[in-house]
């Protein structure tokens, strides 16, 4: 593979090798850029040399909390510049994940990838930009799961490790609360599936614009409280899941309760974690998947390998709009190839390594973050005998009326079976209502049950 380079750095193998994680900080001199050329999170302001990439030109907030589908008319009304297919992929192999390129090569009669104009349009309000420029000297990674000295921004900007590039993904601003309509489907070979529909409410504490004192990042103190209520099919209907997140592993950094209505009681639940299975999904993603991924890192030894022009599904209007029924996304084998929407996006690079000591379904996961969100788009996720598991594609989406950029929806090819599963639609029900209040007690394993029970 060519060099990457990392912030004008041309690094080789063995010098990714050195960076490890630990307690550095960002150099001065490096987090002076971050008010030059380089965006406030530490993407790089201007386009690339081709032209192909443009300068950053953050969108304004606008919209209200509830009841707003994200769309721009004006990128919505775009066509394709053109189209990747099993033809012409060659041409294109460094800016395609593995996943995607195995897609092209399986069905290379019905699989494409539309490719349209680049618009860097992602940002976060101005505060999170602001502290996040501040947290670039002061945030520090002990080990690979306790971030610290942060507050509510991105807390590694200019990232020295893999880890801390997956924590800005974890601890990125994704607004005060949400009630998300999460439908999934697991679609079968011929296209056919089920349907599972899922109401999720959280609360963010960092990050959190409302909050005075804001939460500074420090093991211990809470980062999210969520909970989820299943409400069909029959036979899963009733089944809630609570999660409390830290930052740490074990109980510390995670405490989960689940209700099952055959027992009519709540419980804890040390399974809601790493790769055991979510529930309602028959094995098609694991817990450390939900959000492309949201598990503990202590499993893994990461790498930061640099950056990459990808193409990566990006301003996701369409496919995650409500013009589009479930029955138009689910095609045999993939996604209905015309629905998503391709840009060329410069992404950061990170591998994970599963260690020998602390197993995992995965051996290794390739990580592709898109650089002015933090936001994972895709990963590569390979077996124990090296061969390409599954792909996970994240459609982005940068939401104005929060000002944040989520995946929706998240699709995980199972390359092993040819079935995928698909998570995070909401096209048939109601977009996320971030306007809702929910205090501490609404979160707890008492109040859930007592809710579950009635």
Same mark, same amino acid.
């Given at each position: ?21 630990? =307690?550095? %900080? ?17 993407a ?21 909390? *509830? ?11 775009? %066509? ?8 012409? !992929?060659?041409?294109y ?18 699989? *494409? ?5 680049t ?13 996040t ?22 807390? $590694? ?39 599972? *529909?899922?109401v ?23 980062? &999210?409280k ?9 036979? =899963?209907?009733?089944? $809630? ?28 639940? @040390? ?14 993603? $694991? ?5 492309? $991924?949201?598990?503990?890192l ?8 640099? %950056?990459?022009? !990808?193409? !990566? ?18 095609? @045999? ?42 936001s994972?788009f895709?990963r ?16 982005? &989406? ?32 109601? @977009? ?6 929910f ?16």
């Amino acid at each position: 593979m060519r060099l990457i380079h990392l912030f004008g750095t041309a690094l080789t193998a063995s010098s990714l090798l050195a960076v490890q994680p630990g =307690l550095a %900080k960002a150099p001065p001199e490096e987090a002076a850029r971050l008010t030059q050329d380089l965006t406030p999170v530490g993407a790089e302001k201007a386009g690339n040399k081709a032209g192909t990439i443009p300068e950053w030109t953050p969108m304004s907030q606008s919209g209200p909390l *509830k009841d707003f589908w994200p769309t721009n008319p004006k990128i919505d009304a775009e %066509k394709p510049v053109f189209t990747i297919t099993a033809a012409n !992929m060659a041409q294109y192999a460094e800016n395609l994940t593995a996943g995607h390129s195995e897609l092209l090569k399986r069905y290379p009669d019905s699989y *494409k990838i539309n490719v349209y104009p680049t618009h860097r349009n992602a940002t976060f309000p101005q505060e999170i930009l602001d502290a996040t420029v501040a947290n670039a000297t002061t945030a520090i990674l002990e080990g690979v799961d306790f971030p610290s000295g942060a507050t509510l921004g991105i807390p $590694f900007p200019i990232p020295q490790s893999g880890a801390e590039a997956i924590w800005n993904h974890k601890l990125k601003y994704r607004g005060t609360t949400a009630r998300r309509y999460n439908n999934q489907m697991i679609v079968q070979l011929d296209g056919s599936f089920t349907l599972t *529909k899922i109401v999720e409410d959280v609360n963010f504490y960092y990050g959190n614009l409302t909050l005075d004192p804001p939460v500074e990042l420090k093991p211990g103190i809470p980062l &999210i409280k969520y909970v989820s209520e299943t409400l069909s099919p029959p036979r =899963l209907a009733g089944t $809630f899941i609570v999660a409390h997140e830290k930052a740490g592993t074990g109980p510390e950094g995670r405490a989960a309760w689940l209700y099952a209505p055959a027992l009519k009681r709540i419980r804890r639940a @040390p399974a809601v974690c790493c790769d055991n299975p979510y529930e309602g999904t028959d094995g098609h993603q $694991f817990y450390d998947q939900v959000d492309m $991924f949201n598990g503990v890192l202590e499993r893994f030894t990461w790498k930061l390998v640099g %950056k990459r022009e !990808m193409f !990566m599904p990006y301003n996701s209007h369409r496919i995650a709009g409500n013009t589009i029924k479930y029955d138009d996304i689910a095609h @045999p084998q993939h996604v209905n190839p015309e629905l998503p929407r391709f840009e060329l996006h410069r992404a950061w690079v990170v591998e994970a390594e599963n260690k020998s000591d602390l197993r995992h379904t995965f051996k290794k996961i390739v990580f592709y973050i898109d650089e002015d969100s933090w936001s994972i788009f895709a990963r590569d996720n390979y077996d124990h005998q090296g061969e390409l598991m599954q792909l996970q594609e994240g459609h982005l &989406i940068s939401a104005s009326n929060v000002l944040t950029t989520t995946s929706v929806p998240e699709v995980v090819y199972h390359f092993d079976s040819g079935r995928y599963f698909v998570t995070a639609m909401a096209n048939e029900d109601k @977009p996320t209502d971030a306007s809702l209040e929910f205090d501490d007690a609404y979160f707890e394993a008492t109040s859930v049950q007592r809710r579950a029970a009635k």
